[in-house]
């Protein structure tokens, strides 16, 4: 807290220190544009004078009475007609001075002083009007040492120049204008070495002034107010063409003067306007200003003093509680990875192993212990595998270890008795602080790879006991064609030879033994083409199902009935023809077998799937029974006709998953039996049929 205090004492002192320092700067703002301004209004105030004596100029060179008394050289005449309008002019636009000049410059008239004349007028604004025959204008100092603006312009009649006219004003008429302004006092200064003292001092007794010579060193009063003690000091200092400013303290006061340099109009420095601005209420008013911010600051820092210690006290319930919630957490954690089966391995960046649980211990053999801080990769991993392993566990490299979710990969893990034990690996990555971290699931699948082992070799054991049965199958069949054939021929040769000899019951025996040894031969057929179509591997070719179809249901016609529908639109698909051919033969041969009688139907219809073909042979028969849907795809299963071998149905299950498609049957009893199945756009041999033919 001590802490906090002193933190609050500086921060108020750098407000205070920030606050005043801003004031100032903007006073000193606000002190320039003044000055600015007023630099603006007298400079504005001269060309306005400029313009008015321009005007004036003008009026006067338009009277043609003037003009004639000029071009006369009467100077009574030009006495006569500017006497009253020389006054008038005065009144209205304080003009001060009024000449008329001859051709040669020679006064001919001061209207302002009627008794003076004939004299040279040589200044540099006549000079300038005479060289370049327009008007000329600027300050400049008269006969009686005053500074004045004057304007001079040539008079012409039909291009002759018949002399000049000049009118001025004082300087002095200006700065009492601006010395009127409340705010500020004005002060114009003539430098010494611009003056002959004795014509100033008679210039002074004539206009009825104060001539005060040694009031200051270096420079001469024109106006009329009382100077200040220091403006002699500042005007001495006061060097260059340049305006310069000055804050000064005077009588408790405070003073902001301003120096600008008056020239005249051959650019040479005739004095200086001296202008004191009393800025004592500008400072005044800015130190109630930072009192004011610095008592707010003071209670905004005292407010925010107290809101951060209750803060402050929130924040360290909040981070007890926090603590307390935390270790909760990490007695859960370690609970939980204490009873988990998997072990659970973290390490940093470097490889170097941060998080060790009681399972890796028991996979591994290591205890936390002994593994913390050491690297991972170089204590469980093989060498072969160690430098890949090692160049991954980078920062930049780790989430190249993460797969999928739920990904896992095997590997196999040294432990510490030096055994390699196989393991399943899932990898994710964590970020602690700013550092990524690999997270390692490792579960220990010895039991599982040993089962695997085992359902191999029992697999492999199943394979040659089926490929021995097929041998069998194949060669029982082999020899039972032989004798079921000798006994169709011998049948058929008893009746041929005996049948009139033979009594009708004879005869039907014959016949019942010819339809039991045909029955016996189809059995035998369809278990050679079982074993076939187990073995067999025929290439896949584009087939027209449409076609095949037909010519099926051409050889299974009797008469008109039942009747076979073929869809228009099947299509052609990719299987080998024969193995395609016996699926169609057999499921129509067991649709036709089964609706038989008058009115009958059986029809073949197809969809096209996204990845495959759907075939439906819907027929009209009796139906089958919901419980019989499965059965009747074993082998030798027998519907409940009685008929066929029981070898069809399977022998068309067979194909089907044998090329990765699905077969299946829907019916109810009563409403016929449609008999479906699927057969991929893209077949492939199933994993266990490849073995089977391969074998």
Not at 245 to 253: A, I, Q, T
Request: with cysteine.
């Amino acid at each position: 807290m001590p802490a906090f205090v002193a933190m609050l004492a500086m921060l108020f002192a750098a407000q205070v220190m920030m606050v005043h320092h801003l004031q100032t700067q903007a006073i000193d703002s606000d002190l320039v544009h003044g000055d600015r301004l007023l630099e603006d209004f007298l400079g504005g105030s001269i060309a306005h004078e400029e313009r008015s004596l321009s005007g004036t100029l003008v009026t006067l060179r338009g009277d043609p009475r003037l003009a004639e008394a000029l071009q006369r050289g009467d100077r009574d005449a030009l006495h006569a007609l500017t006497r009253t309008r020389f006054q008038e002019l005065r009144s209205e636009t304080d003009i001060t001075h009024l000449y008329f000049l001859d051709p040669e410059r020679r006064c001919l008239l001061r209207a302002h002083h009627p008794d003076r004349h004939g004299d040279i007028i040589d200044r540099q604004t006549a000079l300038h009007a005479e060289s370049t025959g327009s008007i000329a204008s600027g300050l400049e100092l008269g006969e009686l040492d005053t500074v004045t603006l004057r304007t001079i312009a040539p008079w012409l009649v039909d291009g002759e120049r018949i002399g000049y006219v000049e009118v001025g004003v004082e300087l002095e008429h200006v700065f009492d204008e601006m010395s009127g302004r409340p705010e500020h006092a004005l002060y114009g200064l003539v430098r010494k070495d611009r003056l002959e003292r004795e014509s100033w001092e008679e210039g002074m007794r004539i206009l009825g002034r104060p001539a005060q010579w040694d009031r200051l060193p270096d420079h001469v009063y024109v106006g009329r107010g009382v100077l200040p003690g220091w403006i002699g000091q500042l005007a001495s200092a006061a060097e260059g063409e340049e305006t310069t400013s000055v804050d000064l303290s005077e009588g408790g006061r405070e003073h902001r003067i301003l120096l600008a340099p008056i020239q005249d109009v051959s650019n040479q420095n005739l004095g200086l306007l001296v202008l004191d601005r009393d800025t004592t209420e500008i400072w005044i008013a800015a130190e109630r200003t930072t009192m004011a911010i610095a008592l707010l600051g003071v209670l905004l820092m005292l407010l925010a003093g107290f809101a951060f210690g209750l803060r402050m006290w929130q924040a360290s319930k909040a981070l007890e509680r926090s603590r307390r919630e935390l270790l909760d957490s990490e007695r859960k954690l370690s609970a939980m990875t204490a009873s988990v089966r998997d072990g659970i391995i973290m390490v940093d960046a470097r490889g170097r192993v941060a998080f060790w649980n009681l399972a890796a211990q028991s996979i591994l053999g290591h205890s936390a212990e002994e593994v913390m801080g050491e690297d991972l990769v170089g204590l469980t991993l093989p060498p072969a595998e160690q430098a890949e392993w090692r160049g991954r566990l980078t920062n930049a490299s780790i989430r190249s270890l993460e797969g999928p979710s739920g990904a896992r990969r095997e590997s196999r893990w040294i432990g510490r008795d030096g055994n390699a034990i196989p393991v399943e690996i899932s990898i994710a990555s964590l970020d602690i602080y700013g550092q990524t971290h690999a997270v390692c699931v490792v579960r220990d699948i010895t039991l599982r790879k040993e089962i695997e082992r085992r359902r191999e070799a029992s697999l492999r054991e199943a394979q040659e006991a089926t490929r021995e049965l097929g041998e069998f199958t194949s060669a029982i069949a082999h020899d039972l064609r032989t004798p079921l054939v000798g006994i169709d021929h011998l049948t058929s040769w008893l009746t041929e030879d005996f049948g009139a000899d033979l009594s009708k019951e004879a005869h039907a025996h014959l016949q019942m033994i010819r339809e039991r040894n045909r029955g016996a031969q189809a059995l035998v057929e369809g278990m050679l083409q079982y074993a076939i179509a187990r073995r067999s591997s025929n290439p896949l070719e584009s087939v027209d199902t449409r076609t095949m179809c037909e010519d099926i249901a051409e050889t299974l016609a009797h008469g008109s009935e039942p009747r076979i529908l073929i869809s228009p639109d099947l299509p052609r698909v990719r299987m080998p023809r024969a193995a395609l051919q016996q699926v169609f033969e057999s499921l129509l041969h067991n649709a036709v077998r089964y609706v038989g009688g008058p009115g009958g139907e059986v029809r073949i219809e197809c969809r096209e799937l996204p990845d495959h073909w759907e075939f439906a042979i819907i027929d009209t028969g009796p139906g089958i029974p919901s419980g019989d849907l499965l059965r009747i795809f074993r082998r030798f299963e027998r519907g409940s006709s009685g008929g066929g071998t029981g070898l069809g149905l399977a022998l068309a299950k067979q194909i089907i998953d044998r090329y990765g498609g699905r077969i299946w049957a829907e019916s109810a009893i009563g409403e016929g039996a449609t008999f479906c199945f699927t057969i991929p756009k893209q077949p492939r041999l199933s994993s266990e049929q490849s073995t089977l033919v391969a074998e």
